[in-house]
């Protein structure tokens, strides 16, 4: 199967880029890299052939995006990975209902057939963020695919400074997997669907 990854680029100003490592909580990469990007050492820990590869990046068009871009793409072409490989989605800056809506229906879109995929939440804007977990919650239902991860990567700061020790890659996979799981409980039509999750989560 084709591995697609979908994320957003970091609107963090000229230079404000940092490296570090994201500590996985809860699950283990194989080969996590220092990165300004979480989704890179998700991209390093599981591919398997570049050839059967897209990644999907968001971004808007401001100078400060377009050099993190460039940044991402290098991360991303030491892996071994082409430039040709990633496909950029343009969000214009007023990101109201209807792009909103247009730019999930693109991203939809991209997502290749008999595809594996995983996504970082991480950059980008809140809406660009929510855009790709209902990305997540849709394709599975469109496409022949599996959600394989959902990620985000959290870099506390204190006083201004960024705390690398205590940067965290968490795996939000679950929450789609829940999402599925109460669908299901609806279609049981059970007299007490809240129970039956509880009694899943405490198995």
């Known amino acids: 199967m084709k591995r697609t990854y979908i994320t957003a680029i970091s609107l963090q100003g000229r230079g404000g880029l940092e490296k570090g490592i994201y500590q996985p909580d809860g699950f283990k990469l194989s080969k996590n890299v220092e990165t300004s990007f979480p989704i890179v050492p998700v991209i390093a820990s599981t591919i398997e052939n570049s050839e059967d590869i897209k990644i999907i990046v968001l971004r808007t068009e401001n100078s400060d995006v377009k050099d993190n871009y460039e940044e991402f793409v290098n991360e991303v072409e030491k892996l071994g990975i082409p430039r040709e490989r990633i496909t950029g989605i343009s969000i214009e800056e007023n990101q109201n209902k209807v792009i909103g809506i247009t730019t999930l229906v693109r991203v939809l879109e991209e997502i290749p057939e008999d595809s594996l995929v995983y996504a970082d939440t991480t950059f980008g804007t809140k809406p660009m963020s929510a ?73």
Do not use: H
């Not at 394709?139 to 599996?146: H, Q, S, V």
């Open 131 to 203: 855009i790709i977990l209902y990305a997540m919650n849709c394709i599975e239902n469109l496409k022949d695919t599996e959600v394989e991860g959902i990620f985000y990567g959290e870099l506390p700061r204190e006083g201004g400074k960024s705390k690398w020790e205590r940067a965290r890659l968490y795996d939000l996979t679950a929450y789609k997997y829940l999402t599925d799981v109460i669908q299901q409980l609806k279609e049981l039509e059970l007299s007490d669907p809240t129970a039956a999750i509880k009694t899943l989560i405490d198995m």
